[in-house]
């Protein structure tokens, strides 16, 4: 199967500074890459994605990073505001013929002090 | 669209006892799983369903039973609780089994003493 491992399990950023989380897997078949936002007490939110047939992507204040020969992606957020305070988890999935499976990284606390 | 509703939020159940985690979604999406959250494991795969009447085993399937047999529910069983499937349990469903984005629900927090 897949491993997805994800660094670093906690990291604090002033507000208005970059955070950077960082994603590893293992099988290079995978190839589409989300990201997800949990807020305390909901599940997770989709926030931005990427295939392997792209290296970068970019939403506002959000860019996801992808080199495959590496094997890692990473998520960048730039200009933090406190309500960037959340878990983020980072995942790997590839096409089988039952369906794509989704293996995701143990989760990055986020917290951006004001 | 109401997206992907689970219930109950929170349960408690006594060790040996049987329960069923509800999963309803109203987008039509062919594929639907259940995910368990633990801390520091991140999530893990219980079961996925590619279509009514079309389930299989994820990750970590053991002391789970699923069915489907509507595209709108997926409901998750467990037979007979035990303090190991304490966790936060959250479905998630895709438009189809290749492509879509993956949405979840807000989770059940299942507490088995």
């Known amino acids: 199967g897949e491993n997805v491992e994800q660094h670093p399990s906690t990291l604090s950023v002033q507000e208005g500074d970059s955070a950077v989380i960082k994603c590893t897997y293992s099988?290079?078949?995978?190839?589409?890459f989300p990201w997800y936002k949990q807020e305390l007490g909901k599940g997770p939110q989709l926030i931005i994605d990427?295939?392997?047939?792209?290296g970068e992507k970019k939403d506002q204040r959000i860019a996801v990073t992808l080199n495959k020969t590496a094997k890692h992606f990473s998520l960048h957020i730039t200009e933090t505001q406190p309500e960037d305070s959340a878990v983020y988890f980072c995942?790997?999935?590839?096409?089988?013929?039952?369906?794509?499976?989704?293996?995701f990284g143990t989760g990055t606390s986020l917290t951006v002090i004001p | 669209n109401a997206g992907v509703t689970q219930t109950p939020k929170f349960q408690v159940l006594k060790t040996g006892q049987s329960m069923t985690l509800q999963c309803a979604q109203d987008?039509?999406?062919?594929?639907m799983s259940w995910y368990r959250q633990d801390p520091g494991m991140g999530l893990r795969l219980i079961h996925y369903?590619?279509?009514?009447?079309?389930?299989d085993q994820g990750e970590v399937p053991n002391g789970y039973n699923v069915s489907r047999s509507t595209t709108e529910d997926f409901p998750l069983r467990l037979l007979s609780a035990a303090p190991s499937q304490t966790s936060v349990y959250f479905c998630?469903?895709?438009?189809?089994?290749?492509?879509?984005?993956?949405?979840f629900g807000s989770g059940t927090q299942l507490s088995v003493l």
């Open positions: 998630a469903s895709r438009p189809d089994r290749v492509k879509g984005k993956l949405l």
């Open positions: 099988d290079s078949a995978s190839n589409y």
């Open positions: 990427i295939r392997s047939n792209v």
């Open positions: 995942a790997a999935s590839k096409v089988r013929d039952t369906g794509n499976q989704f293996y």
């Open positions: 987008m039509n999406h062919e594929y």
């Open positions: 369903s590619v279509g009514a009447g079309i389930t």
